[in-house]
């Protein structure tokens, strides 16, 4: 069952650090389940920030007994870039907290098909630049939020016009036409203008 949902359970011990791990837990990481791992161990795996995350949302719940549910990239033992969800709360013994348990879920390819699917919600396919959905879900939004009244901030949006471009189409048809948008799109993504396009 585990491998199937590719889910495994662990606890963390929270005295000596120890942790045990079901096979799953370390066939995810791709490592044996003969090799007995420590939290400091199963932090090495994660890269900066999420190594960060995943300290503080432990330290929570050592301190304030704060459950979490968390998204992060794992680097397996063979390099392999992945994307795990890590739950984890506190296990109390005599009303003190004597361990974390939780669970660990291998979503590298959910998560791969939501950054495709919202890719694809949000940008050109012919130029490969952010679409109209994107200007308005991420950048205008998120530039109006940053507005600082207090400093006057402000920012400004340029909109493009290309000149004669149906004659491009009319003449040498739509090929020609693509190439041209393409030709453009990629002169608009010269680190110049890379703040346009956040």
């Known amino acids: 069952v585990e491998r199937m949902a590719r889910i495994g359970f662990w606890r963390l011990d929270v005295e000596s650090g120890a942790v045990f791990a079901s096979p799953q837990v370390y066939a995810i990481y791709g490592i044996e389940p003969k090799d007995r791992s420590t939290f400091q161990r199963a932090l ?7 190594r960060a995350v995943m300290e503080q949302a432990v330290a929570r719940v050592r301190s304030h007994g704060e459950s979490y549910d968390l998204e992060i990239d794992l680097v397996a033992a063979d390099g392999t870039l992945k994307r795990v969800r890590q739950i984890g709360e506190p296990e109390y013994a005599d009303g003190r907290i ?18 495709e699917l919202r890719a694809a919600a949000t940008t050109d396919a012919l130029t490969g ?8 879900m991420y950048y205008l939004d998120r530039r109006l939020d940053q507005l600082n009244p207090a400093h006057r901030q402000g920012f400004a949006l340029a909109l493009i016009d290309l000149d004669h471009f149906k004659a491009i189409n009319d003449a040498r048809g739509h090929a020609a036409g693509d190439a041209a948008l393409k030709e453009v799109a990629r002169r608009l993504q010269h680190p110049r203008y890379a703040d346009c396009f956040v």
């Open 44 to 50: 090495a795996y994660l890269p900066q920030p999420h």
């Open 98 to 115: 004597v361990a974390i348990i939780g669970v660990m879920q291998d979503i590298t390819e959910q998560h791969r098909l939501e950054k």
């Open 129 to 136: 630049l952010p679409n109209r959905r994107h200007l308005e």
